[in-house]
């Protein structure tokens, strides 16, 4: 018999017995003493129910196998979701640690930023108060060179007059004191 597992008793029964060499001598047996009429009827739904039998086997074997697919898939989905669940909890426990280190390095950026912010403010207000500062001493000098230009003014008419009334005595009683060098001052004659 080539299948284990589970066999029917007729087949058994055959093949306990043991095989004569000798024709039997009752009517209907066979050389394996299974009767000639048994043999036909009863052999062949003997050895379906053996095929069935392994067939119904594998089934429940398939089954089983399904259920600890399962399982096992269950079990390793639970483990991705612990997974995730700890990737994502490293994830938020790594931001918090790197927002207390950058904590620090923002405050001392901060107040770097605001020194030089009031450095600059002070810089630009000296360069503000000296530019104004040279802008009067400018006007100042500008309104000085006009005074001294309007002071030369006269006095350049003045000595013009005076040249003209040396070099002409008789001139020098017909003309005028002009206003300009009345302002100045100086009087002719």
């Excluded at 995730?84 to 640690?97: A, L, S």
């Excluded at 600059?120 to 503000?128: F, G, N, P, Q, Y």
């Excluded at 309007?150 to 006095?155: D, I, L, R, T």
């Amino acid at each position: 018999h080539h299948f284990t597992g589970h066999s029917s008793p007729h087949v058994l029964l055959a093949m306990s017995r043991p095989a004569s060499r000798e024709p039997s001598k009752m009517a209907g047996q066979t050389v394996s003493g299974v009767p000639a009429a048994l043999s036909c009827q009863h052999v062949a739904p003997v050895m379906f129910q053996d095929f069935q039998d392994k067939l119904n086997f594998l089934h429940a074997e398939v089954e089983d196998i399904k259920r600890t697919i399962v399982q096992n898939n269950d079990a390793l989905r639970e483990d991705i979701r612990d997974i995730d669940r700890d990737v994502d909890n490293e994830c938020y426990q790594r931001r918090d640690e790197f927002t207390l280190l950058a904590s620090p390095l923002q405050q001392f950026l901060h107040r770097k930023t605001e020194n030089i912010l009031e450095e600059l403010e002070d810089v630009t207000k000296k360069s503000v108060v000296k530019e104004r500062d040279k802008i009067a001493r400018i006007k100042e000098a500008v309104n000085e060179y006009d005074r001294l230009k309007s002071g030369f003014s006269s006095v350049c008419l003045t000595w013009g007059r005076l040249a003209s009334n040396i070099s002409d005595p008789e001139a020098k009683f017909s003309k005028e004191p002009t206003s300009s060098t009345a302002a100045a001052g100086f009087r002719l004659g």
